[in-house]
């Protein structure tokens, strides 16, 4: 191979786009450039070598750092392979590349690792710590915000009633009722904001707390409910959430995974679906833990009025088994059982009446419409 | 992605030649042609690595692909003789991308908070977004494609852009906003309005491009695939319009409530006929839409490269229509074969499904993980898809687009003097952020 020591080549001097056909000479130290008249067009140390991208036919050198882009295009295999030898920098084998390439690719599968456990640790943990620290004035309009936007979601709208219960002539006495229960069991809960709680008219039996203090009863529910001691237990759950700042803890997670999983990551082929898949799974662990503090939070609140604190789980029960299963009691999931063992658990001391009958019977007929 | 934009990869089975032809090509002087020598099962392992590295690092190794891609592109695509050169690196990207977070990251903070406002700036909140977003999708296409022009070299020249990119992203959203007013019937002269600032702003070394492509050429040509495709929706439109009895529908709005269709409906006999007609209509388009696509692209490609003019150096195309169907048909065949694997593979994972399916109702980890195989099975077919439409469509598009064009003044090639500076890489990092089709 060392007898290679001198070759055609194409070179373009950086300066004009004019081909010149040369002749390169493999001095000790460094490249001639030859133009086909003999003389001298460029002299090229091989430490200051560039190996650019060319396709497999062909060797395509620069000189490093030069602003001017003067190429050496050489196309015979003897003289680039005597060139390889030369100069450390060329790569045609593509093995430092590659070597490179190793690199990045471990330090971004670390990377990856450790996102995932800040999304799986570390998100919820500064959620936590941070949720105390949100005024609650903000929590207030973070909360408009969100209802603003999820009444229309909620609201499909046909039947010619107002959507929400209570509002109409006949329904009134039934409002009354309802109001003076959350009165009880808000004052008995003593929270640092006011409860805004609404009865909307949806078959589902189910319930849901917002930030900021709204919760909202679903028509099925009240239709499901036997007992006021029922109700009432459903609502405790939900002032619940409210008490622990449920609402706005998840708004704080959500915001943090779609920025570590959206922005960060960035979107490849369907990334989205990967991103919204991810933060599904990461989300309900969460809220599994979120459910039995509501849960006990409620057992208290009943207790502390003399209700009976058992009933949220008769109520859990039941809607489980009559919900289509794609629908969920009161937000999340499958361990209704592990959550009423929990509940079943509590024993009340004292017993006293929530509503009188006649209040109780109003309650149920609260979207009965006019 | 093409070099001046436009389309993307093509493919290619010849061999590599060990030698270039000679200075310009063969025949008449100053006439030559471009030609791709790129091996498809090259670009093959090219995107079947990439794609495997993607998954493993959810995407961080996009910039490293992309690169990787453009290099094969470029150094495989030869004009008059000689290859083109991609000097960008994987490393410009990100330090782009990163730019672009830092400042996409407070704009999107903002808006979190606006939303929050409950006065007229939390209703807006919603369009101001809408119209920044996209003037800065705008943008960022400008700037992208100045990136890549500008790692573009040419026989030791290279290609630059000059121009504001938001001086284009403001001509982009009228022209868009025009072209949706009138139905798409302003296309044509929007893209020659925006074509030629794209061109005219852009240089080979001191040579200035320039674009001659006429809007009302493109709207000739284009006239009836857009009678074919709007032309039935837009005459069930002005039927339903016609046939409803003004004074009619006014009370009908007056007495508000549910059912006003119905309510129209009763006093415009004609209407209900008109609304049946229309989703006639809408489902004719629906299917001819991507019956003409190809079509519609084989006629934009031939439209943009004869137009295309830097100094006495001019492109015509003689890309056939035929070749464009061909090519997504090709494509088809193949999406056909994907699905069958997928169907196989599918029909044997739920085979075993029952006994897993019970394992899972029972523990939460279960579940969890059930959730994860889904998630990790969608990805893979979506990678697979999408490689296999950047190697079949991408590929080939891009070598058709070059392959078909012969090239007439390249006299003037020898003489070009080197000019402009590389441009840094934020444009494709925040088009990339945007998700407007920046890598």
Request: with cysteine; aromatic share 10%; charged share 20%.
């Amino acid at each position: 191979m060392d007898a290679m020591r001198s070759g055609p080549g194409v070179f373009y001097d950086g300066t004009t786009s004019a081909r010149h056909s040369v002749s390169v000479e493999l001095e000790r130290d460094a490249l001639l450039v030859r133009a086909a008249e003999g003389y001298l067009l460029a002299r090229w140390p091989y430490g200051e070598l560039e190996h650019l991208s060319a396709h497999e036919g062909m060797l395509r050198l620069g000189r490093a750092g030069s602003p001017v882009l003067a190429r050496l295009e050489v196309h015979d295999p003897a003289l680039a392979a005597a060139i390889d030898e030369r100069a450390a920098t060329v790569d045609r084998t593509g093995a430092s590349e590659r070597r490179g390439r190793a690199k990045v690719v471990f330090w971004s599968i670390a990377a990856v690792v450790s996102l995932v456990l800040v999304g799986i640790f570390g998100v919820p943990a500064m959620a936590d710590r941070l949720t105390p620290y949100i005024p609650f004035g903000l929590e207030r309009r973070l909360g408009e915000a969100v209802d603003a936007q999820i009444r229309p979601m909620l609201d499909t709208g046909k039947k010619g009633k107002a959507f929400e219960c209570g509002i109409a002539e006949g329904e009134k006495a039934g409002h009354a009722a309802l109001t003076q229960l959350v009165g009880r069991l808000e004052a008995a809960a003593a929270l640092s904001m006011p409860i805004r709680l609404a009865v909307l008219r949806k078959p589902e039996a189910n319930a849901i707390a917002l930030p900021g203090g709204y919760i909202y009863l679903f028509e099925g529910l009240i239709a499901k409910a036997e007992t006021v001691d029922e109700i009432a237990g459903v609502i405790a759950h939900e002032i619940g959430h409210v008490a622990h700042r449920d609402g706005t803890r998840s708004v704080l997670q959500t915001g943090g995974l779609s920025f570590l999983f959206g922005m960060v990551l960035g979107d490849f082929v369907g990334g989205w679906a990967v991103i919204i898949a991810a933060k599904t799974v990461l989300q309900s662990s969460y809220s599994r833990e979120v459910e039995r503090r509501a849960d006990a939070f409620a057992v208290e609140l009943m207790k502390k009025l003399g209700g009976n604190p058992r009933a949220l789980g008769a109520i859990l029960v039941r809607i489980e088994g009559s919900n289509h299963p794609g629908i969920k009691l009161l937000l999340d999931h499958p361990d209704t059982k592990d959550r009423l063992a929990a509940i079943n658990l509590a024993q009340s001391d004292r017993v006293a009446a929530l509503l009188t009958p006649a209040e109780w019977a109003a309650l149920k007929r609260i979207c009965a419409g006019s | 992605m093409t070099v001046l934009d436009v389309a993307g990869p093509g493919s290619g089975v010849p061999s590599v030649p060990a030698v270039p032809a000679a200075p310009a090509a063969p025949g008449r002087p100053g006439i030559g042609a471009a030609r791709f020598f790129g091996k498809q099962g090259a670009y093959w392992r090219l995107m079947i690595r990439g794609a495997i590295l993607l998954l493993l690092t959810l995407g961080i190794y996009r910039f490293w692909l992309a690169t990787d891609q453009r290099r094969f592109l470029w150094a495989n695509t030869e004009i008059a003789g000689d290859a083109l050169e991609y000097t960008g690196t994987a490393r410009e990207l990100l330090i782009g991308f990163l730019i672009a977070i830092a400042v996409l990251v407070p704009i999107y903070g903002g808006f979190f908070l606006a939303a929050l406002d409950l006065g007229i700036i939390g209703k807006l909140s919603g369009v101001i977004a809408f119209v920044l977003l996209a003037l800065f999708g705008h943008f960022a296409i400008y700037r992208a494609r100045r990136y890549r022009l500008t790692r573009t070299v040419f026989r030791g020249v290279r290609l630059h852009q000059t121009g504001s990119g938001w001086l284009y992203a403001v001509y982009s959203m009228l022209w868009w906003t025009i072209t949706i007013i009138t139905l798409g019937l302003a296309y044509p002269w929007a893209q020659a309005s925006l074509e030629r600032y794209k061109l005219r702003h852009t240089y080979y070394g001191d040579v200035r491009g320039r674009f001659t492509g006429s809007g009302t050429s493109l709207f000739l040509r284009g006239f009836v695939m857009w009678l074919l495709v709007v032309g039935p929706l837009l005459a069930g439109l002005i039927f339903a319009i016609g046939s409803i009895s003004w004074t009619a529908l006014a009370e009908a709005i007056e007495r508000g409530g549910d059912n006003v269709i119905g309510r129209i409906e009763s006093v415009s006999p004609n209407f209900g006929a008109a609304l049946a007609f229309i989703s006639i209509a809408s489902t004719w388009s629906f299917i001819a839409a991507p019956l003409l696509y190809p079509a519609f692209q084989a006629m934009m490609l031939r439209w943009w490269t004869s137009g295309l003019r830097f100094g006495e150096m001019a492109a015509t195309s003689r890309l056939r229509t035929a070749q464009m169907y061909g090519l997504y048909l090709r494509f088809m065949g193949y999406s056909i074969l994907l699905l069958l694997v997928i169907g196989v593979l599918g029909g044997a994972v739920f085979g075993l499904a029952p006994s897993l399916l019970k394992v899972a109702e029972q523990s939460t980890l279960a579940e969890a993980s059930g959730v994860v195989t889904t998630v990790i099975i969608y990805a893979v077919v979506m990678l697979a898809y999408s490689t296999m439409y950047q190697v079949i469509v991408k590929l080939r598009l891009w070598r058709l687009s070059f392959e078909t064009a012969e090239l007439s003044g390249l006299e003037a090639l020898d003489k070009v003097n080197a000019a402009g500076v590389p441009s840094s890489a934020f444009g494709e990092g925040l088009a990339d952020a945007l998700d407007v089709g920046g890598l």
